[in-house]
């Protein structure tokens, strides 16, 4: 009826469209070609400075989102190891602006003193940041950021949830990129 809200509609749509709040999209990855079309599109919306933090549990598919992410933003299926020993790998992205990646796997680190030593700082200041256990940074961990939320889904071996948690003003940029 004209000039008047219908609320079924307000209600249902967000659910039809797979998403949970306005900020807070979750999105079902059927396989790895889902997960890896996914890490394409919010690597094109990433800048320099950006830190995602990239939550779940072991071999949930971290370090699969991040060289997706590395691959689309270089532009060419380079080589991304897992940092699990290195503890950080760096690259350089050209797509869609040029932009340094860094590629942490803290799981290993004792103290988040360590992070520091691994140049995390110099990588928030002008860096994208893609982040594996990021709790192991405590009060580090930059509360201007993406949480990238990774989890198994029962009874299904490729399938994978994903949540993307905006903080400051990537709530806005994931709804400008239709995400949310
Ligand atoms: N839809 C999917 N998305 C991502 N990975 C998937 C998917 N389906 C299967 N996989 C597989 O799950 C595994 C994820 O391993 P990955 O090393 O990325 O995990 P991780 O979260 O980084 O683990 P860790 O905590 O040890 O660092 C890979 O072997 C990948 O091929
Ligand atoms: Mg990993």
């Known amino acids: 009826?004209?000039?008047q809200t219908d609320y079924r509609e307000a209600v249902i749509r967000p659910v039809a469209a797979g998403h949970v709040g306005s900020a807070?999209?979750?999105?079902?990855?059927?396989?790895?070609?889902?997960t890896n079309a996914l890490a394409a599109r919010v690597?094109?919306?990433?800048r320099p400075g950006d830190v995602l933090a990239l939550w779940g549990g072991l071999g949930v598919g971290?370090?699969?989102f991040a060289r997706?992410?590395?691959r689309a933003r270089v532009g060419a299926p380079v080589?991304?190891?897992s940092p699990t020993f290195t503890l950080v790998q760096t690259y350089e992205g050209a797509k869609p602006v040029a932009a340094d990646i860094f590629h942490f796997d803290l799981f290993r680190i004792d103290a988040a003193e360590e992070a520091l030593e691994l140049g995390i700082?110099?990588?928030f200041a002008s860096a994208i940041?893609?982040?594996?256990?990021?709790?192991r940074l405590g009060p580090f961990l930059p509360s201007q950021r993406l949480d990238v939320v990774l989890a198994d889904v029962p009874a299904a071996a490729m399938a994978r949830q994903l949540t993307l948690t905006g903080h400051g003003d990537w709530q806005q940029r994931l709804r400008e990129a239709g995400f949310a």
């Open 43 to 46: 690597a094109m919306i990433a």
């Open 62 to 64: 971290k370090t699969f």
């Open 1 to 3: 009826m004209a000039g």
């Open 79 to 81: 080589e991304v190891p």
């Open 68 to 70: 997706a992410f590395i």
């Open 24 to 34: 807070k999209p979750t999105l079902p990855l059927a396989d790895e070609n889902a």
């Open 129 to 135: 940041s893609l982040i594996e256990w990021p709790d």
């Open 121 to 123: 700082e110099d990588a």
